[in-house]
T-cell receptor, first 113, second 115 residues
Framework: GQNIDQPTEMTATEGAIVQINCTYQTSGFNGLFWYQQHAGEAPTFLSYNVLDGLEEKGRFSSFLSRSKGYSYLLLKELQMKDSASYLCAVRDEANQAGTALIFGKGTTLSVSS | GAGVSQSPSNKVTEKGKDVELRCDPISGHTALYWYRQRLGQGLEFLIYFQGNSAPDKSGLPSDRFSAERTGESVSTLTIQRTQQEDSAVYLC?????????????FGEGSRLTVL
């Protein structure tokens, strides 16, 4: 089966650093994605990890450990506009038809001043 | 087109009616996905099309749900005999498919309200 877990809600203050964790159990694995979704809007791509280690992109970084089935998204120098839902998604290659992306339920981050 | 286009953006219908939702993917994207997102919830996978392969229908919640795709272009998601529990935002996404990183590009969604 497939299971992707992430915290439901997190809060932080402007300028701080926050780490959003994601653990997954899937039949196969061919990449992990993080998406950002502001309320009432479509998700937008943040990062992609397929090999172990840290991928850095500006204020955002994403880490992957395939042996532990674990990833995190690190947000630095938080801004009010970072208040959004952060979605962890795994591409499960076990599916014979292709590479459907399976999403976790998302973590709602609230940034306060 | 420049992005994934979905229509209608909003649909209000009565319980028991059929609805059809449309998705125009980004030109050249061979993979197309439909997801459902209920209020305050995550994305629930419904169906996935990849080129001319048989679609992955494993996420469709019941036989009232079906989807078609014409070649590598437009897709329609049909919900028959709608129920109040079908109320949600239906998101379509496309990607370049296997061989690429597979980043999904989402449309703005179709918000369905079943009264």
């Amino acid at each position: 089966g497939q299971n992707i877990d992430q915290p439901t809600e997190m809060t932080a203050t402007e300028g701080a650093i926050v780490q959003i964790n994601c653990t997954y159990q899937t039949s196969g694995f061919n990449g992990l994605f993080w998406y950002q979704q502001h309320a009432g809007e479509a998700p937008t791509f943040l990062s992609y990890n397929v090999l172990d280690g840290l991928e850095e992109k500006g204020r955002f970084s994403s880490f992957l450990s395939r042996s532990k089935g674990y990833s995190y998204l690190l947000l630095k120098e938080l801004q009010m506009k970072d208040s959004a839902s952060y979605l962890c998604a795994v591409r499960d290659e076990a599916n014979q038809a292709g590479t459907a992306l399976i999403f976790g339920k998302g973590t709602t981050l609230s940034v306060s001043s | 087109g420049a992005g994934v286009s979905q229509s209608p953006s909003n649909k209000v219908t009565e319980k028991g009616k059929d609805v059809e939702l449309r998705c125009d993917p980004i030109s050249g994207h061979t993979a197309l996905y439909w997801y459902r997102q209920r209020l305050g919830q995550g994305l629930e996978f419904l169906i996935y099309f990849q080129g001319n392969s048989a679609p992955d229908k494993s996420g469709l919640p019941s036989d009232r749900f079906s989807a078609e795709r014409t070649g590598e272009s437009v897709s329609t998601l049909t919900i028959q005999r709608t129920q109040q529990e079908d109320s949600a935002v239906y998101l379509c996404a496309s990607s370049l498919g296997p061989g690429s990183a597979g980043e999904l590009f989402f449309g703005e969604g179709s918000r369905l309200t079943v009264l």
